[in-house]
């Protein structure tokens, strides 16, 4: 059984926003990757930094924003509490961990605000845009809340606890693994046209794999 439609469709948004925030880290949270990406592909790497970053940072604070807007109503976690039970001390928990979550989300939200969906006039005409710097852990944090949430909303209804953060390798992973190889066979190309290597050590150096994709 269904708890309500809001929970079943936050679920997705919970989940498209964590598949974002994998392929996030895939791409550029272990320092190799991040090298390689600046080394081969410096105006994509920064292209997809800065988009993947926003679209996570948009998606949560989308889903802490207020019931209504206007008098029109938003998918939320505040629209969703009240969806979710009527019991005054689940309401209550639900109120506590959500105001939790929004409060680990305050520079993502300043962020969002004043970048993100508007442009800020004042720090975009000062001599630099002053705000709060974002880390890993700022989200990691905000999603780790999140999380908790929808699990104990489930948790009422006997619903299998969603593991948003245990998914399956995300596209990035196997991006890395691409541009690898292309960048090993540069170097071997660039080793065979400078004479460093004969064909025969060519061939042997190809025969090793220093590199695997974490899936396939």
């Known amino acids: 059984m269904t708890i309500c439609p809001e929970y079943d469709q936050i679920h997705q948004e919970m989940a ?3 598949w974002k925030w994998q392929n996030f ?27 993947l970053l926003d679209a996570v940072v948009l998606g949560i604070c989308r ?3 207020p019931a209504e807007s206007f008098g ?27 105001g939790k ?11 969002r605000n004043k970048r993100i969906a508007h442009l800020d006039l004042t720090n975009a005409l000062g001599p630099t845009m002053v705000l709060p710097n974002l880390s890993r852990n700022d989200i990691d944090d905000v999603l780790a809340l999140l999380r908790g949430v929808m699990n104990g909303i489930g948790e009422w209804s006997n619903e299998p606890e969603r593991g948003y953060d245990v998914l399956s ?3 990035a992973d196997q991006l890395i693994w691409c541009i690898q ?11 065979a046209h400078c004479q460093r290597l ?19």
């Open 63 to 65: 889903l802490l924003d």
């Open 101 to 111: 979550a929004k409060a680990a989300a305050a520079n993502l939200k300043t962020h």
């Open 169 to 171: 390798f995300g596209d």
């Open 25 to 51: 880290n895939e791409m550029f949270a272990d320092q190799a990757h991040f090298e390689l990406l600046n080394k081969r592909l410096p105006g994509f790497g920064v292209l997809a930094h800065n988009t």
């Open 72 to 98: 029109k109503p938003n998918l939320t976690f505040d629209q969703l509490k009240s969806k979710a039970t009527t019991d005054p001390s689940r309401l209550a928990w639900l109120e506590t961990e959500i």
């Open 16 to 18: 498209d926003v964590h």
């Open 198 to 216: 004969d064909q025969q050590q060519i061939v042997d150096k190809l025969k090793i794999r220093p590199f695997a994709a974490k899936r396939g």
């Open 181 to 191: 190889q292309a960048n090993r066979l540069c170097e071997l190309q660039d080793d």
